[in-house]
């Protein structure tokens, strides 16, 4: 099949970008979206122009390394499908199709259709762990887990961090992310002891990073390529509230005598 | 050179235990005066910055993704092996020490096995304390199952996503140390150059890929944990970005590689479509403990739907040929099975290049015995996979597959403590030769990264540090200007060729090439036909390259430049090396050293470790051996028959 592609080009942070319009002609329906444009990217290399640069790596649907927007749909229109096992069988002859990068203040476009999602390792490095060193556990079968919990917590650990949640909000939250991350550890017994104090501070580190509120579209999980549930983001609200309320935070000034 | 393996003497039961003992110490004061280095953010690396944080080193590491996070251990499907023997079932420490030494076909160095069986069990506990959501029975409790080539159920899971969520565990371990302040991430910085001063490894350059800046960075040792080099082959299951970088440079700095010619052909993956095809897809080998493997009696079926030939006329070669394992065979037996039924021209699936690749994994006999629901539990996220690539359901129609390169049990030559033979570069993961000898089992991967970041260079590292003086992480020495230098004229010759063909271009060719003559089947003449071939290709890579762009900024096809230059100067030393091993071993099947089809080893004059030592590109590379001795699991041919 032939299609057209109207491709956002930016050369880097500063550049005010634009998009190009390529014609690809001979697109086998068993191509995938990302070997699409690596016949692109080769035909335009052949005549001296530069790459189209995308994020890439495993394309197995797993690392999170690729996502850009398709006609307005982050990862295309396939559900729960990353846009490197989106298939071109699921486009017909004469497609005409717009490709941009995630769009959010906090995801600036480093090129392309390449952005920067540090703002995710960040979020992570507030509190997204369990505190135990290397050497300090104890035998795993001594910590039974109710296997709906166990489930449960996987569900929610399923997140690859694409940012694709982050690009279909209309106010670029990223609150289905955090509250992955959130949930997975407070639906174990491991991510008790530090729960509520992670809640505080991976909430306070997303809003720090210019993301916006959330306002209860659903968009997010609607894209989320791994289905990843809105209830995660209710679980992590009830937890940032009753540690607001009635917890008193780890760190920071001391408690009064009251 | 004597290769001394620093292996402990005396009995292997207490040979890590006494070695742990014997070690120096870093005094906890003294700690953070060290600096280290590790270049890679997977398992082995993101395991050994966290604990190498956690312990009050300063720790610098680097990756060339956007997040540490992405590394390829987080494709790793299937399981995490350990002798927990919680299943009861005769599985203990010297079960999982002697079932790899075996399936690695005697050509590892036993006490390397044998402290990898111990530590796995730590890590088990390790990742759940963590928060790693294994697979759980109703009880609470892990539940575990058995995975190819072996006969105990000791494999740990995460639905079809352990590595993910061990990386993940790891991950957050490193993302915990870097808010310590403990761990500085660099992500999008490559490593081009190994800076080696007064005999010892003291620093890398590093390309920062967003803003083409060369930057030295000094330490007091090396870390390398930068993977496998499958992608040699092109197409392999391995992350597009997955290189031979890292390793090669170090060898071309003095390091020695062992064992390049031991690859993995994983049995099961997805066929290619086409000739655009940019990677092939793994599919966890765990289906094999459901799906029944066959193909075609008749080459004139093989047009056929699969529902249309009769169970008759249906071969199940791999229960035919090895009824004890049947399907679980072990992954080199079970793709020269696939390859020669293949050859047979009984594959079935698209013909690419005018033959048939592929064989039938059918679960419907499984899907009668257990039902959906319980398949759909076990294996849903795998044949949605499988269904979005193909096209086709495998609830109704049989997957197909076929074996593709996985992994590479070749590496950096390390001894018992990771350590290269140049002092102060360490090596982890699949980036070392250790562990796997000629053949990886099932699920041992991902045991192994880990056994070597968490629980063993720890130790081995202080052990080193502990006989140096910190030196400080100013890169001042004049051999650090050289190694930037070095490295800023070679990507301006990529800029400056100006050529007619694309980097992919070359990197198909060199990779058809090598999976033709040095993949599944070797011989003598094939490997001397791609020893002449591969010399020509680089030629012409370094004449008619084509790299547009500029090295100042984010320049994807010139990191690919850079890549693919390396694996046209490694692929001549793989192919040396399998046509110097006369004999077949594991994942290096000599078709002239064969009987009836299965491999012959050769112990008499190949019981050792081949390490090859640079000595120019184009030049014959230096050979030196360490002999393997096997003083607890006799070599014996191997037979899953």
Redesign the interface.
Known sequence: MKLTLHIWRQ??RKDAGKFVRYEVPNV?E???F??ML??LN?D???K????I?F???????????CGFVINGEPHGP?D??TVC???M?TFKEGDELYLEPWRATAFPV??DL?V???A??RI???G??????????????S?????ED??R??DA??C??CGACVAACPNAAAMLFTSAKVS??SL?P??QPERYDRVVKMVHQMDSEDFGHCSNHGECEVHCPKGINLSNISRMNADYIKASLFMSPREGKEESGA | MTLDSKAPSGPIETAWDRHRFDMKLVNPANKRKYSVIVVGSGLAGASAAATLGELGYNVACFCFQDSPRRAHSIAAQGGINAAKNYQNDGDSVYRLFYDTVKGGDFRARERNVYRLAQISVNIIDQAVAQGVPFAREYGGLLANRSFGGAQVSRTFYARGQTGQQLLLGAYSALERQIAAGKVKMYARHEMLELVVVDGRARGIVVRNLETGKLESFAADAVCLATGGYGNVFFLSTNAKGCNTTAIWRAHKKGALLANPCYTQIHPTCIPQAGDYQSKLTLMSESLRNDGRVWAPKDAADCGKHPSEISEDKRDYYLERMYPSFGNLSPRDIASRAAKRVCDEGRGVGPAVGGVRRGVYLDFSDAIQRLGHATISERYGNLFEMYERITGENPYQVPMRMYPAPHYTMGGLWVDYNLMSNVPGLFVLGEANFSDHGANRLGASALMQGLSDGYFVIPYTLGNYLAGVKPAGTTADHPAFRAAEQDVKSKLDKFLAIKGKRTVDSFHRQLGDLVWDRCGMGRTPEGLQEALQKIPAIREEFWQNLTVAGSANDLNQSLEKAGRVADFLEFAELMCTDALTRNESCGGHFREDHQDDGEAKRNDADYSHVAAWEFAGVGTAPVLHKEPLTFDYVKPVQRSYK
Request: aromatic letters at 4%; a negative charge; one cysteine or more.
């Open positions: 050369k880097d086998s068993h191509m995938s990302l070997e690596d016949v080769e335009l290399q052949g001296g122009e530069e790459a640069a994020e890439h790596d495993c394309r197995e649907g797993i690392c999170g390394s396939q729960r499908t096992q989106l298939h069988r480093v090129k390449v920067d999602r540090s995710f390792d992570i490095q507030a997204g762990f369990v505190s135990v060193n290397t050497g300090s556990a104890r035998d795993a079968n910590l039974p887990v109710r296997k166990a489930d917590a996987f650990a399923a690859i961090g997975h550890l174990l491991q991510g």
